[in-house]
């Protein structure tokens, strides 16, 4: 964010708390210091609700901001906001006007009002938060055309998407994960650079194999990584797709490696009914991939349940490694 | 009993703000002994039941969100003493204090916080979900409980019950539309609501001044009218709730009370509190306003009981605080079956899909 705030003066931060307490998270620290009130804008602890309304006229059009709480509109012609959510649990509360304002708004207008927005936050299930505070919104945002829905892995996905998200012209969700916030990762040498950026839209094979396409995004495909190792010692390859973005979903990537394997497990936290992994088996269905499958696809997801606070049941709520290993396993027949 | 102590103090003054009132509570209030004793006890109690919180928070016993109550105490003793136990009370997640004072016990909390089956809510809630008869907890996010206490209080006028709703909220969701909205519609069909502020001049780190272009919280409800107390004072909260409670239940519709009280803690258990206020103004509201010194000094300096008597109960209260951990910290986690249990009500048993489609579980309302 701070390579971009420097890139282009039009980039500006919307974040709760982020002054004095240094952003609820601390994904901000630092920023407001660095670059002032005007560029990073101080919003109370409100769970902020956005209203985003186009205004006719002008190339590149206008967009007023409104923010429900103490209302404060802001005016900007041709800015690029980048929107924190202290969690996207809270967004809902501010949704109507992601998917209604943010997503439909460049079509509504034929073309006269783009919405370059982010929308950026730790999404999904953290640490013993409860059911108010655990929830997936991948498959809620990837639902909606207009969005593009981001969904980081590790340091150089959150880096390089980030960037991308930020460039990008149209209403980008960008889902980070709180848990691994703290999870250092090597960089490359490359990805250190200022404008290194990851392509929106694109997976990739973090794990080549060969007997089953593994597919996740954010925090799981850790998970997958590590249950790759254990099956890698029984003699079962497994190939770890990272889908980086969940909308527009790259179904080639996991077309071109089912058509190789011939088994595919999906992997994500959210709930089963209608998620990302739904939306993966049938978009296999519909392709050149499904003649493919030696079994059917098998979905790995968090158990369809609000999520409980008791530690013994939280753990039970949602994907653990010994569930996917157990999945391929059932998947593969072995 | 000592032989010469008082059973009564008449003199002590209510000082009240007024917003599209004619008038409020009454000037003086009246404290028996037995009264100022049982709210020295629940105040004490509660304080003493959010620091073993905090104790056993820092002890990784307890995880997730904790938002601790110990500073705010004389607001939820002294609501609970303005309304009856049929009333009904529904408030953000600093929920303990009110959990308590609407009659969960203190090893039931606790042992919802260290998430056991024998937690108000068997573990599966946490320290922002927790309910009883006539309490809606405890709810995780900013300003949603009060459109829902609007709710609780068309009930209680649909029915006829003369019941009404306390509707509690922060100086931070005091700015959200969703209670403008709540005060829309309570003062249109004159619901018998009473909103409150417990302003505690910060909503996590922004204090009321960055935060609201108007810091009379109980005159934003506009047309509502509202009152401003003392939020460190029991029997001020205790006085100007009664009032309120009189309001509704005349039909004269919603009412907005605000009290200025204060926050030892940070925000949450992850939020030292320091860094967007100084250490010295904590310690001077502690030396000048705790509420429960405030009690104590009234009623040892009108003679209405004995040091060794308030001695007695910190006691006993500790050893019930002492008595609650102990069973927080060894009573048995929420068994596996009751997993996937509590999805519908009134439901007959439902199959719910585990981690992977081999896992079919069980769900029994």
Redo the contacts between chains.
């Keep these: 964010m701070d390579e971009e705030l420097e890139r282009d003066e039009r980039v500006f931060l919307m974040v709760?708390?982020v002054?004095?307490?240094?952003g609820?998270l601390q994904v901000s620290r630092g920023l407001w210091k660095k670059y002032g009130d005007k560029r990073i804008s101080?919003l109370?602890?409100?769970?902020v609700?956005i209203l985003i309304m186009w205004r006719s006229g002008g190339s590149g059009g206008g967009l007023l901001l409104f923010k429900?709480?103490?209302?404060l509109p802001l005016f900007q012609a041709g800015l690029r906001p980048i929107c924190e959510f202290m969690t996207f649990?809270?967004s809902?509360?501010a949704i109507d006007q992601v998917i209604n304002s943010a997503a439909k708004t460049y079509y509504m207008s034929a073309g006269l009002q783009p919405v370059p927005i982010v929308f950026r936050g730790p999404n999904g299930a953290?640490?013993?938060?409860?059911?108010?505070?655990s929830q997936c919104f991948a498959a809620w945002y990837a639902h909606c055309p207009g969005l593009k829905v981001v969904s980081p892995w590790n340091s150089e996905d959150a880096k390089g998407l980030l960037k991308s998200a930020i460039r990008e012209d149209n209403p980008v969700v960008f889902l980070e994960n709180e848990l691994m916030y703290g999870v250092p990762f090597e960089m490359s040498e490359e990805s250190q650079s200022k404008d290194f950026t990851i392509p929106i839209g694109k997976a990739k094979v973090e794990r080549p194999g060969s007997h089953v396409t593994v597919v996740s995004h954010s925090r799981l495909v850790g998970h997958c990584l590590d249950a790759a190792a254990v099956l890698a010692k029984e003699g079962i390859e497994c190939e770890v797709i990272n889908l980086r973005t969940i909308r527009p979903m790259d179904v080639e990537s996991i077309e071109a490696s089912v058509m190789k394997t011939n088994h595919l497990v999906t992997v994500e936290g959210g709930w089963?009914?209608f998620g990302v992994g739904a939306e993966i088996c049938a978009r296999i269905m519909e392709g050149p991939a499904f003649n493919y499958l030696d079994a059917p696809v098998?979905?790995?997801?968090?158990?369809?349940?609000?999520m409980?606070?008791?530690?013994?049941?939280e753990d039970?709520?949602?994907?653990?490694i010994k569930?996917i290993i157990?999945?391929i396993k059932?998947t593969l027949n072995v | 009993v000592k032989a010469n102590v008082s059973s009564v103090l008449k003199a002590t003054s209510v000082k009240c703000d007024l917003h599209r009132l004619e008038e409020g509570p009454p000037e003086k209030a009246e404290l028996t002994r037995d009264q100022g004793l049982q709210y020295y006890r629940t105040m004490q109690t509660i304080r003493r039941m959010e620091l073993k919180a905090d104790q056993l928070y820092k002890q990784k016993i307890i995880r997730g969100f904790c938002h601790l109550y110990d500073g705010q105490e004389a607001c939820a003793a002294g609501i609970e003493a303005g309304i009856n136990p049929t009333d009904h009370l529904i408030t953000a997640y600093r929920a303990h204090g009110y959990t308590y004072t609407r009659g969960v016990s203190v090893k039931e909390i606790l042992a919802e916080l260290t998430g056991r089956k024998g937690g108000v809510a068997k573990g599966k809630g946490g320290s922002m979900h927790m309910y009883a008869p006539c309490f809606y907890g405890g709810n995780g996010i900013v300003g949603a409980q009060v459109p829902l206490g609007a709710g609780i209080a068309l009930a209680c006028q649909y029915q006829g019950n003369n019941q009404l709703c306390v509707s509690l909220y922060g100086d931070g969701a005091a700015n959200q539309g969703q209670l403008f909205e709540a005060y829309n519609m309570a003062a249109l069909w004159k619901l018998p609501c009473i909103f409150i502020c417990e302003n505690n001049k910060y909503g996590m780190g922004t204090s009321v001044e960055r935060a609201a272009a108007s810091t009379d919280y109980y005159k934003r409800g506009d047309y509502i009218p509202g009152l401003r107390v003392d939020g460190m004072d029991v029997l001020c909260v205790r006085e100007a709730t009664k009032f309120a409670a009189d309001h509704c239940r005349s039909g004269k519709g919603p009412i907005v009370m605000e009290l200025q009280t204060y926050r030892y803690h940070g925000h949450s258990m992850s939020d030292p509190g320091v860094s967007y206020r100084t250490r010295e103004e904590i310690q001077e509201v502690r030396s000048k306003s705790d509420p429960i010194s405030m009690l104590k000094e009234r009623m040892l300096s009108h003679n209405m009981a004995s040091v060794e008597e308030f001695k007695e109960m910190d006691v006993e209260i500790r050893k019930e605080v002492e008595e609650a951990a102990q069973f927080a910290t060894s009573d048995p986690e929420p068994p596996l079956d009751d997993l996937c249990n509590h999805i519908f009500y009134n439901n007959p048993p439902l199959e719910v899909r585990g981690t992977h489609p081999w896992a079919k579980l069980k769900s029994l309302s």
């Design positions: 709760e708390e002054a004095q307490y240094d609820a101080t109370p602890f409100l769970r609700r429900t709480g103490p209302s649990n809270f809902m509360q953290s640490a013993g938060v409860a059911a108010q505070h089963p009914q098998t979905r790995v997801t968090g158990v369809d349940i609000p409980p606070y008791a530690k013994i049941l039970h709520s949602v994907p653990q569930d157990f999945s059932k």
